[in-house]
C-alpha cells in the first residue's frame, strides 16, 4: 500500500509554522527596538530602523521566497510504502533517500499532533525502533501529513503485533529439530564438569 502525504494540508501547516517564526522575530525586534531607543539616547527610531529593521526585513523576504518552495518540493517528493514486512519512507529533493524499516525492527508508533495539525485535522506517525530511544528524542521515521492517521496507526500496531507474534511462534521449535530445555542444561551441566575435572 502506498500513501502519499495530503500536500494542501501539509503546505498549511508549514506555511502557519513559518508565519508564526516571522511575527515572533517581528515582536522580538519591536521589543530590542524600544529597549535599546530608551535605554540608549543616542541612539534614534530612524537609525534602528535603518542599521536593524533593513536586515530583518531582508532576512524574512529571503526566508518567504525560498523556504516555501523547498518545502512545497520536499512535501511532493515525500511517499510512504506499507507492505507485509517493511514500511518504507521516500523522501528527498535533490537526492532521494528510501528508509527501509522491518517490523521487527519497530517496538512503537507514536502519534503526534501539532497545534497547526489539530487544527488542519492531520496527523504524524513517528516510528519508533529498538535503536532509537524516545528520551533521546530520536525516531527512526517520520510520516507527516496523514489524514486518515487514526485508521493507519491502529493497522500498524496491529501489523507489528501480528509480525511479532509470528517471530515468537516462529522460535517454538518441534522437540524433533531443537533439544528440550532439560536435555541443553545436562549438556551444559557435563560440559562444566569436564572442565572442573580438568583443573583440578
Not at 519508533?128 to 510520516?143: N, S
Not at 517471530?167 to 541443553?184: F, H, I, N, Q
Request: hydrophobic residues 45%.
Amino acid at each position: 500500500m502506498e500513501l502519499k502525504p495530503d500536500l494542501g494540508l501539509l503546505m498549511r501547516r508549514e506555511i502557519y509554522t513559518f508565519l508564526t517564526i516571522t511575527a515572533v522575530i517581528v515582536i522580538c525586534t519591536f521589543i530590542i527596538q524600544a529597549l535599546v531607543v530608551i535605554l540608549d539616547p543616542e541612539v534614534t527610531n530612524d537609525e534602528f530602523v535603518k542599521y536593524v529593521w533593513s536586515w530583518v526585513a531582508g532576512f524574512l523576504i529571503a526566508g518567504w521566497v525560498v523556504v516555501p518552495w523547498f518545502q512545497y518540493l520536499w512535501i511532493i517528493n515525500l511517499k510512504y510504502s506499507v507492505d507485509s514486512e517493511r514500511l518504507v519512507i521516500h523522501k528527498g529533493i535533490l537526492f532521494k533517500k528510501s528508509v527501509s524499516i522491518p517490523y521487527s525492527a519497530i517496538t512503537d508508533f507514536t502519534l503526534a499532533r501539532s497545534l497547526y495539525e489539530r487544527w488542519l485535522d492531520i496527523g504524524t506517525l513517528l516510528v519508533q525502533t529498538a535503536g532509537q530511544g524516545a528520551q533521546a528524542g530520536g525516531h527512526e521515521g517520520r510520516l507527516e501529513g496523514l489524514v486518515e492517521f487514526e485508521a493507519l496507526h491502529t493497522e500498524l500496531r496491529t501489523k507489528i503485533k501480528g509480525y511479532q507474534g509470528n517471530l515468537r511462534g516462529a522460535d517454538k521449535t518441534p522437540s524433533d529439530v531443537m533439544e528440550s530445555d532439560d536435555v541443553v542444561l545436562m549438556s551444559i551441566l557435563e560440559e562444566v564438569k569436564k572442565i572442573n575435572r580438568k583443573l583440578t
